[in-house]
């Protein structure tokens, strides 16, 4: 019998200040250590964004299932309770690690571009970036991933039916649940948008009003198109009525999708990209993630010192180093691996990692522009992240999206199917920021079933004693959410900790390093400042972190979810 050991639940985000994390040792308290590490873990762990995908997720264990249906679970109703994060009208990366056969796969179920959008489709009759079109309605929707992706992590990996997986979700798309705050006020930022199109007005402003927070949100249609899904598999969403649905949609709003390319669309398997950091295996997203590679040359860059050896200033100065370097190659160099060659081994390598450490000055900023933007908008944290870890040693991290808050805005009438605004991702314009201050070339520009670059960094990391799973959502911001969690569990960290670390950032443009308020103090900003950082240590706090982690030697597992994110929910079941 399984019964919950412990649950670690959401907790309020206390104070905006961060000041409660004050009270959080750095390091764990070293415990005595058994000799033996564990073959498995003693039971499952699942850390998510919502409490009810959490228990949909357990939900699958305790009939029997295994991560694989867990995670195509909590998935599913993640699409259903966080309209504002992602759904089945965008995408995701799932990466999964199958015990049975110890490999690691990379399900790759990223937007794909229509062919009608063209370079031009983006551009304003003066050549700059159409912002509606590449941010709003259904020119900034790419065909959907996600569906597909449940299918085929279920029938692939699964131990229990797909209908068995999507029956939670389906059954609260149908009933309902309860708004919680952060969607009302999603709602609000982007209601106009929104509001501009039938569809979306059908389900949000169905009983005549927007959103409101404690009142119950249904979602008839989401529940019928998920059960078509659940009956038919890809054929539910991709074909037919749904199908048909989705192009009337799109035309309707004036964009044009064809009918081959939602019937053709395929999810991946890539090889994820795997190296070494100070004894830990990372395990990460390759393109058309540019995360994985970030954090491959960050924590290669960031090896050559030994981080804990120094005060707060240095280490950020250095860590803001490392991001200041990726973040430009990403700029340069990633996009769609079946479109693009990409120098991935050179620059995720131990040799180029040396160079770019050398041209780091100890205590002093080197300007973005030596290293050859405007300002990034500060934008919500949306996206979504869930890690999974069961008994058998199955493990699962996925971050999914709409992209931007409540994606395109536009929900395809009869079907609940919010549509994503992924298009945003490409270079729609070469050297033009996008949403998050990111830009892009050649490598990202977009074209006929091209994917788009994305930051999405789902990833695992082991240690002889440790394993953890993490990810999150953020933008650009993902990848050094990613990389500050792994520096955590480095340090000794546990789940919860790495989950409510304080965040610092910088993506090379534009040239400052933003930081949580609190996440510095006041000396180190001076001392940032002194080696030439531009800082900005007011922001709010952002990110969602969620992560599940595995002590072998103690044979305990532990989640850990973000409490910036109140709604959020770890969970450990133990035998
Ligand atoms: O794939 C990407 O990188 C973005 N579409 C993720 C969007 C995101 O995290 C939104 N949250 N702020």
Redesign the pocket.
Known sequence: MLKTLRVLASQAFLTASLSFLATSPLHAAPKPAPAKTAAHPPGAAIASAHALATQAGMDMIRQGGNAFDAAVAVSAMLSVVEPISSGIGGGGFFLLHDAKTGKDVFVDARETSPESATPQAFLTPDGQLDNDRATNGPWSAGIPGLPAALVHVSQKYGRLPLKTALAPAIRVAREGFEIYPRLERGYASRRAVMERYRGTREVFLADGTPPRAGEILKQPDLANTLQLLADKGFDGFYKGEVANRLLAAVKEEGGHWRAEELSGYRVKEREPLHFKYRGWDITTAPPP?SGGVAIAQMLQILAGWDLESLDEAKRTHLIAESMRRAFRDRTIYLGDPDFVKMPVARLTSADYAAGQRASIHPSKATPSELLSGPPAPL?????THYSIIDAQGNRVSTTQ?V??LYGSGLVAPGTGVLLND?MD?FALRPGTPNA?GVMGFAANAPAPGKR?????TPTFMESGDRLAVLGA??????ITEVLLGILGYDDGMGAQQVAAKPRIHHQWMPDVITAEQGALSPETVKALEAMGHKVNAGEKPWGNLQTVSWDKRANTLEGGTDPRNPVGKAEVLVK
């Open positions: 993630s934008e919500d944290d949306e996206t999206t992209n931007l992924e991702d998050f788009m670059l994305s930051s999405m959502p953020g933008g650009s911001r993902i």
